[in-house]
């Protein structure tokens, strides 16, 4: 789309003294943005806002979009934390009151990977603006949070950087605390949710897929879609075009108003 534009924005802290970097895609740059709707994209742990299939995603979306760094991640400042995510919701809460005060968005999608999807939908369960959102994406969320288990310390590339990530029992103590339980009460019946999940996800079991999809699918009238992709792991890594393609034909039922409960069939396995 020729009047694309790409703005990087850099929204200060609301309650502490740093700044949360994030790229605000805009489909018609020029035009009005007061009651446009936008789309979330939230990324997952030692990751940023163009890592994985995130940037693919970004550019591809026929709405707005927002991705962003979680504090301490790449180009945002404050300290990086492995414990339990409330931290993170913070940081959204902060993104989402600026979008609204500054640019007039409604939050319409909220796209999560991992972490960032656990942080989602407890946003979505907790405040009163998430529960004004039309879709959610859950793209390897952890319902299982005591499953992460042990001390460990490993060096990643992120952003092209080394970095090394300790995770201490303190940590794991928080995450286990996690209530991703509040699914089954808190979840806004409206809102519809896709879950995708690798069959050979490593970090966190195909099966919490399925316990998601037990979760929210007897809601109504929001429906629940799981896919499952065969040779996919963690990160998608030489699915991600997979995973962009099936967002965006689910997010065209959703407008089409064809969305039904059930596993999702797209791409190579049919059109939905």
């Not at 929204?11 to 700044?19: A, K, N, R, T, V």
């Not at 300290?79 to 993170?88: C, F, S």
């Not at 879950?195 to 996800?201: M, S």
């Not at 037990?214 to 075009?241: M, V």
Request: proline content about 3%; charged content about 25%; some cysteine.
């Amino acid at each position: 789309m020729a009047s694309r534009k790409s703005k990087k924005l850099r929204i200060p802290h609301s309650q502490e003294d740093c700044e949360l970097v994030g790229i605000l895609e805009q489909l018609a740059p020029k035009e009005p943005t007061h009651g446009r709707k936008i789309a979330l994209i939230l990324h997952g742990a030692m990751g940023h806002k163009d890592y994985l299939f995130q940037k693919r995603l970004a550019l591809r979306f026929l709405i707005d979009s927002f991705r962003f760094d979680f504090r301490g991640c790449h180009e945002s400042g404050g300290q990086r934390t492995q414990g339990g995510p409330m931290k993170d919701v913070k940081d959204l809460v902060t993104v989402v009151s600026y979008l609204r005060n500054t640019y007039g968005y409604e939050i319409d999608v909220v796209v999560g990977h991992s972490r960032g999807s656990v942080v989602g939908m407890y946003w979505l369960c907790t405040s009163e603006e998430g529960r004004r959102v039309r879709a959610m994406v859950n793209v390897s969320g952890r319902y299982r949070m005591h499953d992460a288990k042990g001390y460990y310390e490993r060096t990643v590339t992120v952003a092209r950087q080394a970095i090394v990530e300790r995770i201490y029992p303190h940590d794991l103590e928080e995450i286990s605390q996690w209530n991703t339980a509040i699914v089954w009460d808190k979840f806004p019946n409206q809102i519809h949710v896709l879950t995708l999940h690798g069959l050979v996800d490593k970090a966190i079991p195909a099966y919490d897929a399925v316990i998601y999809s037990r979760a929210l699918g007897a809601r109504t009238p929001g429906t629940h879609n799981l896919h499952l992709i065969e040779k996919a792991d963690h990160n998608f890594t030489n699915c991600q075009d997979e995973v962009v393609d099936c967002i965006l034909e689910w997010c065209h039922a959703l407008n089409q108003g064809h969305l039904k409960t059930g596993i999702l069939k797209t791409g190579v396995h049919g059109k939905l």
